[in-house]
């Protein structure tokens, strides 16, 4: 294989991994059908009634049923009406969500401490060298399923395989309460057949390029140089190179051992009016604070990172005593190291946030300084 001026070695599968990813099917709808089993044969649309907000909410998710009639996260709410008036209509409860979340991820801790969630519903797991010192993946994956299902009644679908791609799309084949198993042998013509869209990280607008290209599925993104895709998607084209030969060597990574979380943002002019610098402040505190909420870690130090024109760049970072558990807090603690240490005299380039020293939530303590 060529790239460049530089020959390598066809890349290789790494198969010594055993990685599981599970995600909850229709995860709060569910929740709310195990509590009020009245609704288990009916379509169920989290979201606010479109009556009671005039048309405002959006859905969260919505079950099965509902699904059959084109019901579909991130829809507003308006419109799934309009596509199943019957359908019932249940409010969101973030935090009961947050607390099912926690005891799911405490079913995982049980196999494996390599927990990395991606979300309240779904997580990889590293399942190597597990706590029950089972060699079988596919077997602790329908332990694990099963025991969600006995002791939180929910039901979840997981992908088994080598990697955290194809964990991912796997986990996605059988919904619901399915478990996929992919092995390393299988990988190559399971990634050939996949369509473009199901390939993890291809946003829509990416989708109509690969068209363009004349690719539709996993056996065409194979036929291509890594050269021609590096030039057409940049970074993205470089990962899927690999990936769709079955390579993708991310690590899981438990919350437990990860030291930062953040963000930071170009701007697409630089600025020098306070009143913008925080607006982008607030609404990077948000997106670290989205992430780390979910991640369930309350941190303690917050970074800010101003860049300058010129390009010399600042970082100052305040601790506190106390973790940051409200985005109030985190804004707060955002804008007060921006006006402790920002400096208009010249353009903001890029802006950064960025929270570290976690303490994890739940029952286990976890020493303040993980450094
Ligand atoms: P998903 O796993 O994407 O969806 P799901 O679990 O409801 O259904 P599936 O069986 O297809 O996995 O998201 C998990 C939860 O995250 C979902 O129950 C509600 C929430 N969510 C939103 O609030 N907004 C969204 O746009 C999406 C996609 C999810
Ligand atoms: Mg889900």
């Known amino acids: ?73 991130a829809m507003p709410a308006v419109e799934a009406y309009r596509l199943c008036p019957k359908a019932v209509f249940v409010p969101g409860r973030h935090a009961y969500y947050q607390e099912v979340s926690q005891q799911i991820r405490d079913i995982f801790y049980q196999y494996t401490d390599l927990v990395e969630p991606l979300s309240l519903d779904e997580a990889y797991l590293d399942v190597t060298h597990n706590k029950k010192g089972d060699p079988s993946a596919l077997r602790i994956a329908q332990t694990i399923q099963r025991e969600i299902y006995e002791t939180l009644h929910l039901t979840s679908s997981v992908g088994v395989s080598y990697n955290k791609f194809i964990a991912k799309i796997a986990s996605d084949y059988h919904k619901p309460h399915g478990i996929t198993l992919v092995t390393p042998a299988d990988a190559i013509d399971f990634l050939k057949d996949l369509p473009i869209d199901k390939f993890y990280g291809v946003g829509q607008r990416s989708i109509d390029r690969f068209h363009e290209l004349g690719i539709y599925k996993g056996a065409d993104l194979y036929q291509m140089e890594l050269d021609d895709l590096i030039q057409s998607f940049g970074k993205m084209g470089y990962s899927l190179y690999f990936k769709v030969r079955g390579i993708h060597p991310s690590p899981v990574s438990s919350h437990r051992d990860r030291k930062s979380i953040g963000k930071e943002s170009t701007f697409s002019h630089f600025t020098q009016d306070e009143g913008e610098v925080i607006t982008y402040l607030d609404r990077l505190a948000l997106q670290v604070y989205t992430n780390y909420q979910q991640k369930g870690v309350r941190p303690h130090t917050v970074t800010l990172k101003i860049r300058y024109q010129d390009f010399t760049t600042v970082t100052r970072q305040a601790k506190h005593e106390m973790a940051i558990m409200t985005l109030n807090d985190l804004q707060a603690a955002v804008l007060d190291l921006w006006h402790t240490y920002g400096d208009l005299s010249q353009s903001v380039r890029l802006l950064g946030v960025t929270v570290s020293q976690f303490e994890v939530e739940g029952i286990e303590s976890f020493p303040l300084n993980i450094e």
Request: overall charge positive; glycine content about 8%.
């Open 1 to 73: 294989m060529r790239y460049g001026l530089l020959t390598f070695e066809e890349p290789q599968i790494d198969s010594s991994r055993k990685i599981l990813h599970v995600d909850m099917d229709a995860f709060y709808a569910s929740i709310e059908i195990r509590d009020k089993p009245g609704l288990a044969n009916q379509p169920v649309v989290i979201a606010r009634h479109p009556e009671v907000t005039g048309g405002k909410g959006i859905v969260a998710t919505c079950n099965y049923k509902a699904r059959q009639y084109g019901i579909h996260s």
